[in-house]
């Protein structure tokens, strides 16, 4: 078993700052993809960025390259998520997600591709 815990959530106005982060903990040995998805009220988990174990595959959201920028630090078993410029439609719940047993360099992008999920950590950008 995995267990993620995210952290760095909260309420931040429009064009604000925020860095999430998510401590992996379990049986993280072998190369693992890690990365985050959001939910919107009343909408679908949509994937946000993904990063692959060795760090050089890194994928993004269309709308989102350019203010999001996903890292990791493997030492700690932790990656993070900055994200500049935010605005209101940033607004939602970010869910941590892994995918053990992948190759380092394989960076999912689909629900269907994770295997474990945070508790998930909310972000809120007012007017």
């Known amino acids: 078993q995995v267990q993620l815990v995210e952290s760095g959530g909260g309420l931040v106005q429009a064009g604000e700052s925020l860095r999430l982060s998510c401590a992996a903990s379990g049986r993280t040995s072998g190369s693992y993809f890690m990365g985050w998805f959001r939910q919107a009220r009343g909408k679908e988990r949509e994937f946000v960025a993904g990063i692959s174990y060795s760090g050089r595959g890194k994928n993004y959201a269309g709308p989102l390259k350019g203010r999001f920028t996903i890292s990791r630090d493997n030492a700690k078993n932790t990656i993070y998520l900055q994200m500049n410029s935010l605005k209101p439609e940033d607004t939602a719940v970010y869910y941590c997600?892994?995918?053990?047993?992948?190759?380092?360099?394989?960076?999912?992008?689909?629900?269907?591709?994770?295997?474990?999920w945070g508790q998930g950590t909310q972000v809120t950008v007012s007017t």
């Open positions: 997600a892994a995918r053990l047993g992948v190759s380092e360099n394989v960076v999912v992008t689909t629900i269907e591709g994770v295997n474990y």
